[in-house]
Nanobody, 123 residues
Framework: VQLQASGGGLVQPGGSLRLSCTAPGFTLDYWAIGWFRQAPGKEREGVSSISGTDGSTYYADSVKGRFAISRDNAKNTVYLQMNNLKPEDTGVYYC?????????????????WGQGTLVTVSS
């Protein structure tokens, strides 16, 4: 399955962006979905996830209080609202199916990462 992330762009520190994750031809209902990011020269990391059953959410400490994940099953879309963005939030953001969260790490065996969407936070 191919998940498509969109909504990235250039924003000044303190600004906001909303990312969208869609899946043409695939229903996201009941799937746990996560947002991941990869900064230049760094490994990809999970930043947030949302359950496919009870809607429970998880946030990495680095984004807690600033990012909000949500889903609209009618639109087959998962969102990531990012507020008070910081330069360290810069990176390519991807969405993927999630297997769980263990030890503060979002687990996934997703292998169709696509191109993601670039978020650049800079003045």
């Amino acid at each position: 399955v191919q998940l498509q992330a969109s909504g990235g762009g250039l924003v000044q520190p303190g600004g906001s962006l909303r990312l969208s994750c869609t899946a043409p031809g695939f229903t996201l209902d009941y799937w746990a979905i996560g947002w991941f990011r990869q900064a230049p020269g760094k490994e990809r990391e999970g930043v947030s996830s949302i359950s496919g059953t009870d809607g429970s959410t998880y946030y990495a400490d680095s984004v807690k209080g600033r990012f909000a994940i949500s889903r609209d099953n009618a639109k087959n879309t998962v969102y990531l609202q990012m507020n008070n963005l910081k330069p360290e939030d810069t990176g390519v953001y991807y969405c993927a199916t999630v297997d769980g969260v263990v030890g503060g790490k979002i687990l996934t065996d997703f292998d169709s990462w696509g191109q993601g969407t670039l978020v650049t936070v800079s003045s």
